[in-house]
């Protein structure tokens, strides 16, 4: 992984790390800005997610990896799982050659950088999101945010026909970058 992908993951996951660490057990339940899912279905997807990344990076196409991780793999301890996933995503991402690699996604074959690059994008607008529904300090660290929209705005039409993200939000020139970065895909801050 090149240092800046890296150093930017790291980033990431330390931003979700903070916030899910801050879940109470009263929360789990609670609402979230991805109006369909509850903070444990959010958690639940990160981990899903950083859980994906070892067979990816290694090669697996999604049909191989099946069915693996569908369901709740957060069991009985959510923070334990996220920390498990994140710690087992970095090792593939950091392994010699990774990001010379291949990965198969649904939508295609993309390098494996870019797929870290995506992981980053995840990780920094979930944590986000995680840290409004808890009512946790919702501030991302500046240079990520920067980071983040830098790969996320010239995409902004395609990621809101993915149907994945919502319509991007007009925001006045002199918004905030974060403010910013939350409007390309469709979150007011």
Known sequence: MTSTVLRFYELAAGEFDRRVRAVGDGDWGGPTPCTTWDVRTLV???????LWVEPLVAGSTIAEVGDRFDGDVLGDDAVQSWVDAA???????????????TVHLSFGDTDAEDYAWQLVSDLTLHAWDLARSIGADDTLDPELVD???????????MLAASGVFGSPIPVPDDADAQTKLLAIVGRTS
């Open 87 to 101: 710690a087992s995503a970095r090792v593939a991402l950091t392994a010699d050659g990774a990001l010379i690699r």
């Open 147 to 157: 980071a983040v929209t830098a790969r996320l705005e010239p995409a902004r039409d």
């Open 44 to 50: 639940n997807h990160i981990v899903n997610e950083c």
